[in-house]
T-cell receptor, first 111, second 115 residues
């Protein structure tokens, strides 16, 4: 089984940088996903990390440390439209490769 | 490319009634998932299909929930009878294969309210 922990809520100012952390415990790690979910909408894929290090994609970056069971999502130059829930999901080795989702972090961006 | 389609978008029923949800995955995607997302929580997997076979249904409450994907394309999820705690958004997702690098593509979901 897995235990995934992320902060419930964060607030930030438009134009700023915010880091959303995710810690996990798993018996056999096989990848970590970040999804964005706007209120009332479906989750949309942001990033996938399987090796240690930073993956950068435009204003969004995701970092992974497998030895620490830790990841973060970094959002730069925040925009109002970035207000959403950010879901961390971890996949275990073997079986059906299904990721387990955390509860999500609700990010509120204010002017 | 058309995305994952789901219907209905909203459904309100009374407890002990039955309800069914429909999902059409992205064309060519072999793997289909049903998730339950309770307000304030992350999605929880109910069942995974690979083509028309069940890969994982360990978290499906089989006394009241059932799902099928008869021709390996569309899928239906049924709840019979519904309980108050079934109020949630039911998300359908698909991916090309159940491979470790695969990304899941989610549909818009069906919001179920049980009164």
């Amino acid at each position: 089984g897995q235990n995934i922990d992320q902060p419930t809520e964060m607030t930030a100012t438009e134009g700023a940088i915010v880091q959303i952390n995710c810690t996990y415990q798993t018996s056999g790690f096989n990848g970590l996903f970040w999804y964005q979910q706007h209120a009332g909408e479906a989750p949309t894929f942001l990033s996938y990390n399987v090796l240690d290090g930073l993956e950068e994609k435009g204003r969004f970056s995701s970092f992974l440390s497998r030895s620490k069971g830790y990841s973060y999502l970094l959002l730069k130059e925040l925009q109002m439209k970035d207000s959403a829930s950010y879901l961390c999901a971890v996949r275990e080795e073997g079986g059906s490769y299904i990721p387990t989702f955390g509860r999500g972090t609700s990010l509120i961006v204010h002017p | 490319e058309a995305g994952v389609a789901q219907s209905p978008r909203y459904k309100i029923i009374e407890k002990r009634q039955s309800v069914a949800f429909w999902c059409n995955p992205i064309s060519g995607h072999a793997t289909l998932y049903w998730y339950q997302q309770i307000l304030g929580q992350g999605p929880k997997l109910l069942i995974q299909f690979q083509n028309n076979g069940v890969v994982d249904d360990s978290q499906l409450p089989k006394d009241r929930f059932s799902a099928e994907r008869l021709k390996g394309v569309d899928s239906t999820l049924k709840i019979q009878p519904a309980k108050l705690e079934d109020s949630a958004v039911y998300l359908c997702a698909s991916s090309p294969e159940a491979a470790s690098t695969d990304t899941q593509y989610f549909g818009p979901g069906t919001r179920l309210t049980v009164l």
